[in-house]
């Protein structure tokens, strides 16, 4: 009687490298198919998707959905509540924010972002903590002069891209502030990992290491843009 052929695989494997090598093997084999199994899919279809997939949001509910080509773009017309996250990011070379206008916005930690949020129907601020986004009080005049004189602030897709504005160097003299007009998914990444790696009540080196690789990919990703317009970095 013919063996069948994993059995056969099996048996000269076990045979050829010992009883407990071969037991070592297979208990790596079985983890490489378990996390083959754990792979990501699409939210609509549960087609498998890849690590650097689209996303859709729900404006209403600010939810995020993990989606495939092909339901992002079905999902994403007009008509449906879902909008698609673009993928630009853009960092300014000369972005105009004092001191002053950043503490008039009001945001307890020299990190945020901002949104238009049409459900809203208005700019929104949040801030990333260790228990995740929590939302800060906008005075919209003060948003108002900041946009008056970044006039790219007005070309921000409606839900779907935000003003990241990291100050923290900035503020302990050791590096420039930094700004970017990212995808609104970018954001929710930040605040995630931040709420994943902090640790007591500084949050701990592995946080600010984690936040440091971040903005060293953003860096990598945007596009710089100057008064005179967008250059390539």
Same mark, same amino acid.
């Given at each position: ?29 079985? *983890? ?19 690590? %650097? ?7 209403? +509910? ?31 070379? %000369?972005?105009?924010? +004092? ?22 129907? *208005? ?12 939302? +800060? ?7 108002? %002069? ?25 503020? *302990? ?25 902090? *640790? ?25 843009? +100057? ?7």
């Amino acid at each position: 009687m013919h063996l069948p052929l994993y059995k056969k695989v099996d048996r000269e494997l076990m045979m050829s490298v010992g009883q407990t090598d071969y037991e070592s093997a297979f208990g790596a084999l079985r *983890r490489f198919v378990r996390r083959k199994r754990n792979v990501e899919r699409c939210e609509m279809c549960s087609a498998e998707v890849g690590r %650097d997939h689209p996303h859709l949001i729900e404006p209403a +509910s600010r939810k995020l959905l993990c989606t495939c080509n092909a339901c992002t773009i079905l999902f994403s017309g007009s008509g449906t509540k879902y909008k698609r996250v673009p993928r630009r990011v853009l960092s300014f070379a %000369d972005f105009h924010l +004092s001191d002053g206008q950043w503490e008039s916005l009001m945001v307890p930690i020299n990190m945020a972002f901002f949104f238009h949020s049409t459900p809203d129907a *208005r700019v929104v601020a949040f801030y990333p903590s260790p228990a995740g986004a929590t939302e +800060s009080l906008l005075p919209l005049e003060t948003w108002a %002069d900041i946009e008056q004189e970044n006039p790219v602030l007005k070309e921000m897709e409606r839900d779907v891209e935000a003003l990241l504005v990291n100050r923290v160097g900035h503020s *302990r003299g050791f590096g420039a502030a930094e700004y970017y007009v990212l995808p609104i998914d970018e954001c929710y990444k930040l605040v995630g990992l931040i709420r994943a790696n902090w *640790r007591g009540l500084s949050g701990g080196t592995e946080v600010w290491q984690e936040i440091g690789k971040f903005f060293d990919g953003l860096k990598q990703r945007a596009t710089v843009v +100057s008064e005179a317009g967008p250059c390539l970095n």
